[in-house]
């Protein structure tokens, strides 16, 4: 009985893993049809069940090698190939080779992205990743086509901001820029009814308007790395400035 209960456990969060893998193949599909709302619903919806196989696999305590390294390879086509094609047909492909290296290298970097979480993933990932996480990437791109719909613009915007965004994501996949990683629950855990009623209002502002909220909430997120690390380095050197106002010495010491 033991024995099937944890087979039963093993095969959830590979099942999660699997739909999220089924939605980055669709996005894919549509993204051929040049159906690209659709695509970029997809990706959004790999990125739920990319999320919440974590969440089961740690709760349940059925976290493995194999649940790791499959949740990459699924996470490369989810959150690498579907939106750097999403993007390339959408808006990158009047470029020519430049559009689609710049595609390859965002789907490079996150590859090199996904490499380097794998063996960091038991020591300097616990509160913050490192570098921007790929489904983050893939979301920026999704929700940025959805929220091009939603302004209705027939003009060529997008050929001009898309390629910039896509090396800047790229970029900041494999750079040393730390985001906060959320797995964090203490504060869910310690004041359940604040956090309950935080979800809740942060649902309601989601559903009046999808496209434009998304867009908004992930743009936060990809800034607030850069505007963290900026500010700790600012605090670092000016901690510094006063460590060597207050002993002249260690000036000396230091030269």
Request: hydrophobic share 50%; proline share 4%; glycine share 8%.
């Amino acid at each position: 009985m033991r024995r099937k209960k944890g087979k039963g456990i093993y095969i959830l969060p590979n099942l999660l893993t699997s739909i999220s893998l089924l939605s980055g193949f669709y996005a894919i599909v549509s993204t051929i049809d040049r159906r690209f709302i659709y695509a970029s619903i997809a990706i959004f919806i790999s990125g739920i069940f990319d999320m919440l196989d974590g969440r089961v696999a740690r709760m349940t305590g059925s976290s493995s090698r194999f649940g790791v390294e499959y949740d990459s390879l699924c996470d490369l086509v989810a959150f690498g190939v579907a939106p750097g094609l999403l993007v390339y047909m959408w808006a990158l492909k009047g470029y020519g080779r430049f559009g689609w290296l710049a595609v390859f290298l965002y789907v490079a970097c996150g590859a090199l992205r996904l490499a380097r979480f794998n063996i960091q993933v038991d020591n300097v990932q616990k509160k913050h990743f490192l570098g921007l996480p790929i489904p983050a990437a893939a979301i920026t791109i999704a929700s940025s086509v959805l929220f091009y719909s939603w302004l209705g613009y027939k003009g060529e915007l997008k050929t001009i901001v898309m390629p910039i965004l896509t090396y800047i994501l790229a970029f900041l996949m494999v750079s040393d820029v730390r985001y906060y990683s959320f797995k964090d629950m203490a504060f869910f855990k310690g004041k359940p009814f604040r956090s309950t009623l935080a979800v809740i209002m942060l649902l309601v502002i989601i559903f009046i308007e999808p496209r434009v909220s998304i867009f908004v909430f992930i743009t936060l997120y990809l800034l607030s790395g850069p505007v963290l690390s900026l500010i700790g380095r600012k605090k670092a050197i000016q901690g510094s400035y006063d460590h060597l106002k207050e002993n002249p010495s260690a000036k000396d010491d230091h030269l």
